[in-house]
Each structure stands twice: as C-alpha cells, then as structure tokens.
C-alpha cells in the first residue's frame, strides 16, 4: 500500500478541515514546498494535493502553487479541487501533476471523466466522498442521493481505474478510517482504492493495508504529530 501525504491549499496557505468545514479551515504549514520537501525527506513516493478554493468556485484557484511544488519536490503529485473541464485536466498534466483527481464533475459530468480517461488513462483518478454513505460534490457543500458504492460502479464501468474515498465524518477528526465502507467499495469494484479520512495512528494505518487497499492519504494527523511519516511509509510496505 502506498502513503500519499496531503496538502490542502486554501487562500494560497497549507490547511486542515474538520469534517469538510469550510469555517474549521486553520493553517497547519507556512510553506507549502518546504512541506512536501519533508514529505519527500521521510520516504514519500507520492503527495495528494487539494486546491480547496477552487472546489469551492468550481475553477483552479491555487495551480500556480501547485505547480511550484510539482516542479520542485521531486515526487509524483495527484491534485484535486476546481477541476471541471477537459482544458483544466490538460492543463494540469502538461505541467506535470501526475493524476488529476475529479471529484463533483464525476457526479454531474460522466461525460468528461469519460473523455478523459480515454485521452489520459490512468492519470485519471475520481474522487468520491460521502455523507451517511450519500455522495458530496461542490467541495462538500451539497449532498445527492446517490449511493458511493453506485457511483463507484459507473465510475468502475467508464474506465478508472483510481478511486479515492473519503468518509466526509471522519475527515480531519483522528477517529479512524470508516474501514466497512472501505471494505464493501474495495469489494464492490476492481477500481484502486485510496482512503482518505480519519487515518490518526499507526494502527489505522495497518487496519487499512489488511483491507488489501491501494493506498491511503493521510493529513491532520501528520501535522498533529499524532502520525510519524517516515514509520507509516515503512509499515505500508511491509
């Protein structure tokens, strides 16, 4: 299982959400290259990267920072956030992001993720995160009816081949992952699955490696100092 450190970009500053709060946004690292240079530093192979304006405005906000870290921290980085058009997902991958995540355009716009899956493979990941098993969209401010695990399925039929799930209330909380959702999705399709939410200690971390997943995104709980990076990687690939 591979570790993906997070860094979420809000008003060009590193942050943390609880719970996928806009108003619990607090700044966890002043600098955001500095950051990923100690990701690098401690063993990470990958960064997840979330431009939180621009899941808010529908539109990039922060790629300018993102492809400065792209450009400089040496890893492979996958960005979510605002990510809505053909034009935008070519302009991520041109400047080297190495998956473009799509989260609220794979509920209102199968189409696209359709086309890009076809022009750009596995460099296609969707996002898919759920409130009470229901997904969100619009950097979490609206709920659908549409059950995680059907949308897992169209997503699953239309190509991709990454999927990352995030249990919206146990985001930022260190309560723990949601592993029967995690379970019932990573049997539900043949999809990679990436965990993102709640991850706050090493046995989290083992928990979710034994559920055979892909990889899992841990955030606040590095910031905290809950998480050691370097001894999470390292029972990753045990």
Known sequence: MILLPAIDIKDGECVRLVKGDYATAHRVAADAEKTADSFRTAGAQWIHMVDLDGAKVAEPVNSELIFKVVKNCGLKVEVGGGIRSQKTISHYIDNGV????LGSAALNNPALVKKAVLQYGEKIAVGIDARNGKVAAQ????TSDI??????KQMEQIGVKYIIFTDISRDGTLSGPNLEMLYALNHAVTSNIIASGGVGSLEDIANLRDLGLYGTICGKAIYSGDLDLQAAICLCED
Do not use: Q
């Open 147 to 152: 059950d995680y695990i059907e949308l897992a």
């Open 98 to 101: 190495s998956r473009v995540i």
């Open 139 to 142: 950097g979490w401010t609206e």
